[in-house]
């Protein structure tokens, strides 16, 4: 099979191909990106694999960075752009369940094609856009299937984080795990407690975000995978509950956790905690409580004032959109002009800060300050003052006289 019209990105990267060639080397695109090439989908990274060995790669091409130079991959820098070369490699057996004991590179395509994961993944081009598909990934394509190449079992016993990559690939692509494969997984499921959480969420996020998750949910709860993720042990139903909301894609990462935690009924106090065991940032942990609340609030009726005030616009729409999840029917011109006509969207806005409230009345410091200035500012929101410096003023110091 050869490709009626190769994508830029693969033509960008010619140059590499022919360089390599040039010196007697065999060099192919590999991977992912013939996949998505094939499916007419966006291509993100070019992988370049080659008979090559690393310090062949590096005679060959004068700006390089070892970035994984003992499992046989150099970074080759042509202009702006950037490549990764791996040589053609064979792997040991894989005492940790994820990376291999040892690496042999090797110079037969066919070798290095056969230690990947799935047939999907494990598609050749070459310079012309001619395919090389050995264990007929093409055909696996065209039924949307997802099948380990070669032995499942001995797929999954390499590298345990296959087993959820396969999942993230059915949600992404909405293909079928083939049932060999799907038993293999539920067979190797526990192995996944071999691997970082880091790896697991990263995979995880991913079937969240595809566009068919059910596809990859099921499956993910049928073979207890989630048994081996953070704080899901005993969550199957709550899970199936979760594989039932409304198949449409999720728009973010922070939705996809809020809808996940509203499913699985987690206390908003218990956010932090449950988000932290999965390994994710302050920044989406903010996020995502944001979002809860907002939903709770959303589900009970109509937005408050100061719910919007202090959610931000963005924080709104995004929980207006998870409504669809609920079945009810969002809002999003109306809470959008509704949080626009707010007197102010944020404390900086405020006609005085806790310097002038501090300047004005004869106290000392201390955390009456920051107290009064949020009195002050939800006053303002719900228009129960004007923003106005002598009349916020008046009403510090009237609240201080009520005391």
Known sequence: MKLDTIPDEFTKAERVLREIQAQGFEAYFVGGSVRDALLNQPIHDVDIATSAYPEEIKEIFHRTVDVGIDHGTVL?????????ITTFRTESTYQDFRRPDTVTFVRSLKEDLKRRDFTINALAMNVDGEIIDLFDGI?????????????????????ALRMMRGL???????????????????????????????RIAVEFIKLLLG?????????????????????????????????????????????AWALLIKTIGLKENAIRSFLKSWKQSNQMIYEVQQLVYGLNQRLLGDWEVIDLFNLGLDAVLSVEKLLFYYEQKSKLEEAKERYLSLPIHNRKELAITGNDVLAYFDKTPGKWVGEMIEMIETAVVNRQIINNKKVLLAFAKDMIDKE
């Open 76 to 84: 080759v820098l042509i202009g702006e752009e950037q490549y990764e």
């Open 139 to 159: 055909n696996d394509l065209e039924h949307q299937i997802i099948r380990a190449v070669g032995n499942p079992r001995e797929r999954f016993h390499e590298d």
């Open 168 to 198: 993230r690939f059915a949600s992404q692509l909405d293909f079928s795990i083939e049932p060999e494969t799907l038993s293999a997984i539920e067979d190797f499921h526990s192995l996944l407690d071999k691997i970082s959480v880091e």
């Open 211 to 255: 566009k068919n998750r059910r596809a990859a949910l099921r499956p993910f709860i049928k073979t207890e995978c989630y048994q081996y993720c953070p704080e899901l042990r005993g969550k199957g139903a709550m899970l199936f509950d979760f594989a039932e909301l409304p198949n449409k894609q999720i728009e973010s990462e922070s939705q």
